[in-house]
């Protein structure tokens, strides 16, 4: 818990630091995904008070590393200075992606929408690598959009992968088998009710989150929402991994 909150600390004082905040980022990584804590311990340390009030923070700063990450992995991708297998975090991915796959039983068949794919859309990158299905890609931000366009365009996927600048919450079509929503991506409410009204029977969702002492990574999706929708499987991330994955059926 001290560890939290001296990385925590820092980030207080100097948060608009972009190096700083990498290394403490990286730090925290280290110090949550290297261990192994119980259900016991992870609940011990979420319910300190001071680390509940440090969580908006390290949250706030994680998103930022990941969302800096990737940009400046996508410009030194589009120089040529680096391959998608260099990029950072794509051994997590790989395992996330594959986790995904099996928990949703995703194919080649599937029309596959993915919504908050920021500028590096790895998640349908891997999607595509890995069932050769096609991917629709929703993001918010412009600048995001164009980035990842850039980066479809140069792997030779432009007849596969489709980014489009629109919000998960304003979804107006229901021909997608399968939908996953970003862990960064939100409002969660407004989405998923979005998603599950605009979607046809069978339709599989993944909603991802995060549990325990991950949560100093990423904002937990509200479990009591994702109940209104009967969760019928979770896959919880472990070792390495900071992204639960749930699966909805409508």
Sequence with gaps: MSEILEVGSYLTKRHTDTNLIKSKMLELEALILKKKFTVSEEKTILSY??????????QQTYETFETDLEQEFVNNFLKGIKKLKDYLLYTRFVKLIKNEINLAKISEKDSFLFIGSGPLPITAILLNMFTKCSVDCYDKNKISVKLSERVIEKLNLSNKIKIYNKKGENLSENKYSVIVIALLAKPKDKILHKVWNES????????RTSDGVREVFYERTNPGLLSEYLPLKKIFAKNDQTISSVLLIK
């Design 200 to 207: 046809i029977k069978g339709t599989r969702i993944i909603c």
């Design 49 to 58: 008070e001071k680390v509940k009030n440090s969580l908006p923070l390290l």
